[in-house]
């Protein structure tokens, strides 16, 4: 039996290809033109379950997916052409990559937009944003949290 193809969500500079049924938690790439691929694992921060009800979800799997998206949704808000800690993921964490301070700047960053979309809570790395944390909130919610595109597109 073949496995069913990924939904795919396009950003201008990468695509998140996600897999809702190869894992109990569900699995996600993000994958770059040039072949680069960076895989949501079970070990993130997002397999814990505690984590994923501070953030505000009711399951891991629904942290995860939203957490793999809203790292190049952030990144995108923030100026980046894609997720530079995701980047550096998916090149080894090799010459050129993030350094490990900007990675969890990012990480921080991103679980407190989660969290903002789940509690409302605006956390210490998110602040300089918060004028803009409900229109980003909206936007995030319209363009991944309805249909997959591929079926809407059917419908
Ligand atoms: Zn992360």
């Not at 938690?25 to 505690?50: F, I, K, Q």
């Not at 995701?86 to 301070?101: I, K, M, N, Q």
């Not at 602040?127 to 059917?154: H, I, Q, T, V, Y």
């Amino acid at each position: 039996m073949s496995a069913p193809p990924p939904i795919v969500w396009r950003f201008a500079g990468c695509e998140v290809h996600e897999y809702p049924d190869r894992d109990a938690n569900g699995y996600l790439e993000t994958r770059w033109p040039d072949g680069a691929m960076c895989p949501a694992t079970r070990d993130h921060t997002m397999s814990n379950v505690d984590y994923a009800a501070h953030l505000g979800y009711r399951s891991v799997r629904d942290a995860l997916r939203e957490h793999e998206l809203a790292h190049t949704f952030v990144s995108e808000k923030l100026g980046f052409p894609y997720s530079p800690t995701l980047r550096a993921v998916a090149d080894g964490f090799g010459p050129g990559s993030a350094p490990y301070e900007a990675q969890l700047w990012e990480e921080a960053v991103v679980l407190e937009f989660q969290r903002f979309m789940q509690t409302g809570d605006i956390g210490p790395a998110l602040s300089p944003w918060a004028w803009k944390a409900d229109a980003w909130a909206a936007e995030f919610r319209r363009r991944f949290c309805g249909s997959p595109p591929a079926l809407s597109l059917a419908a």
